[in-house]
């Protein structure tokens, strides 16, 4: 029982460069969701999804998308990375009964 | 908007002294708090909530809902609990509704 994995664990773009960030669980949880650490400022949301096929923006969604084709999987695409975008990027999920989130180990971005 | 806040950024206290790191949230609805923690090169994990009424690692916090206040309490620091700890709140009524996090307090317990 792996609970909620990412990769890569670290990450250097180049500003313009597109990539995907992979999340997947293993805990057939409804409900996953995406942060980014910045000092100071806490977790903030960026796209959560409260199951296969349905997702929604959170508080800084802008540069980022993600789909949820599967229960296990939501990964996060960035279009264009832009420097603001280095961060700490931490996946997330939960069950929708329980209301426990469940974090991954984080993928450090750095945007050059 | 629900909003939470915790005002320390940093705190350091010694081993055996007592900790409180607080958080204090604005909510119009009946919120359920959290606290996560995260230690060194670790991920976030949950420590307590509210709803659980329940001691973890010697730490509590009790939601007062006429301060809006959910404060992490531990009588005797150990220096295992020095690690980044964040408040968190989400919205009772809906089961795994989005996480609203602090800013995080960063805890040092000095030998």
């Not at chain 1, 650490?37 to 409260?50: F, T």
């Amino acid at each position: 029982n792996a609970g909620v994995t990412q990769t890569p664990k670290f990450q250097v773009l180049k500003t313009g460069q597109s990539m995907t960030l992979q999340c997947a669980q293993d805990m057939n949880h409804e409900y996953m969701s995406w942060y980014r650490q910045d000092p100071g400022m806490g977790l903030r949301l960026i796209h959560y999804s409260v199951g296969a096929g349905i997702t929604d923006q959170g508080e800084v969604p802008n540069g980022y998308n993600v789909s949820r084709s599967t229960t296990e999987d939501f990964p996060l695409r960035l279009l264009s990375a832009a420097p603001s975008q280095t961060s700490v990027y931490f996946c997330a999920s939960s069950s929708i009964l329980a209301n426990e989130q469940y974090f991954g180990p984080g993928t450090r971005l750095t945007v050059t | 908007a629900q909003r939470v806040t915790q005002p320390e950024k940093l705190l350091s206290v010694f081993k055996g002294a007592p900790v409180e790191l607080k958080c204090n949230y604005s909510y119009s609805g009946s919120p359920e708090l959290f606290w996560y923690v995260q230690y060194s090169r670790q991920r976030l994990q949950l420590l307590l909530r509210h709803i659980s009424r329940e001691s973890i690692k010697g730490f509590t916090a009790d939601l007062n809902k006429g301060e809006t206040s959910f404060h992490l309490k531990k009588p005797f620091a150990q220096e295992e609990d020095s690690a980044m700890y964040y408040c968190a709140l989400s919205e009772l009524e809906t089961s795994g509704s989005r996480l609203t996090f602090g800013e995080g307090t960063q805890l040092t317990v000095n030998p």
